[in-house]
């Protein structure tokens, strides 16, 4: 299995890149029930699209986390400890990292990891602009498929940060491999600090993942321009409507691409058949109950240490360490490069 982990930004385009996305692309969409992953939303245009979507009145996703996090950084700073070593995961335009280093000047290095080089790269550069002791190992790739931790940062206290309930974006079973991954990564002693959307009611569930302007709606339909721009596909844009519904019994908002009449598409050597109402699965955003999450992040391999959550609409930020109850380390669950499929999503 490959892995993008300890190549420099500047060298990441590994061959298979394009490759791999035609797989999935093709494999989605031959599928009975049609899915894309929805880590490929986020190209140049798709990372600009999510952060305008993080501006919106009715995505209150980013400002509750933001708002809790402004709160709760002092305590998260009292159990960092000195010279400790950020692993964020999905990393993006690192706007909430700032919070977590401001309250935590003893951090010496940050290692954000992001699919989107683009973004990734003018984030390191202006967070070591405005961090100026700060080591800044910026790792370009899938951060489902990270192996390896640099070796600078392998002797130092390390902490994992994975904000923005993008852990909501899994299956559960995928969450729970991930975890695992995580903690087998980062090691005995680890922290792991991770947001998670909780269930709220579906009237503000709904606009947060359907604006009225429109901009979720050109966030999702984008992954069909990026499949006609890199995969030299024949997708018409205009015949898919964006859809946001909400998944009771799985708990969770699901976006949908809805092909509105009965096309065919040429992607790669194959032609893709949809009928009309027919629909393609893009994303989905679980929104956890408490005990939900917890359970999860103990069949991960952690441990809660405390969990922080805001007024409506709920949000919750968990600290996870690696201790069993009586302080005993819990040894490595699972061997990260020894799991069945390379990837998670
Ligand atoms: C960045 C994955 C957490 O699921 O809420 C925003 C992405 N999708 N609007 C989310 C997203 C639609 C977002 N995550």
Redesign the pocket.
């Known amino acids: 299995m490959t892995s993008v982990s300890m190549i420099p930004p500047t060298q990441q385009h590994e061959t298979s890149a394009g490759s791999r996305f035609l797989d999935d692309v093709l494999r989605g969409l031959s599928a009975r029930r049609k899915t894309l992953p929805?880590k490929y939303?986020y190209d140049a245009e798709g990372s600009r699209l999510?952060e305008a979507?993080?501006e919106l009145p009715e995505?209150y996703?980013t400002r509750t986390e933001t708002a809790l996090l402004v709160d709760i950084a002092p305590e998260l700073a009292a159990f960092v400890a000195d010279g400790a070593a950020l692993v964020e995961f999905?990393s993006?335009a690192s706007a909430k990292t700032r919070l977590i280093l401001d309250a935590s000047p003893q951090i010496d290095v940050y290692i954000p990891i992001d699919i989107s080089e683009v973004a990734l790269s003018h984030a390191a550069e202006t967070i070591r602009a405005d961090y100026r002791g700060l080591e800044v190992i910026p790792l370009v790739g899938d951060f489902t498929r990270v192996l390896e931790l640099p070796s600078a940062v392998r002797s130092r206290p390390i902490v994992g940060f994975f904000p923005?309930?993008?852990i909501?974006?899994f299956e559960s079973a995928e969450a729970e491999r991930f975890l695992r991954r995580v903690r087998a990564l980062l090691g005995d002693g680890a922290l792991f600090i991770v947001g998670a959307?909780l269930a709220q009611a579906p009237e503000v569930l709904l606009p947060?993942?359907d604006d009225a302007g429109g901009v979720?709606a050109a966030?999702?339909r984008n992954l069909l321009v990026r499949i006609n721009r890199e995969l030299g596909a024949s997708l018409d844009l205009d015949a898919f409507e964006h859809r946001?519904v909400w998944n009771e019994a799985e708990s969770r908002?699901e976006?949908h691409l809805v092909s509105s009449r009965d096309q065919t598409a040429r992607i790669g050597s194959r032609t893709i058949v949809f009928i009309e109402g027919e629909v393609i699965h893009t994303?989905?955003?679980h929104k956890y109950r408490r005990e939900v999450f917890e359970a999860l992040v103990e069949r991960g391999g952690w441990r809660l240490k405390t969990a922080w959550t805001s007024d409506a609409p709920s949000f919750g930020v968990f600290l996870l360490d690696t201790e069993g109850p009586e302080g005993v380390a819990v040894t490595s669950p699972m061997n990260i490069e020894s799991s069945p499929s390379g990837e998670i999503s």
């Open positions: 929805s939303f999510f979507i993080c995505y996703v999905g993006g923005g309930s993008t909501g974006n959307d947060a993942y979720t966030f999702n946001a908002i976006m994303e989905s955003s």
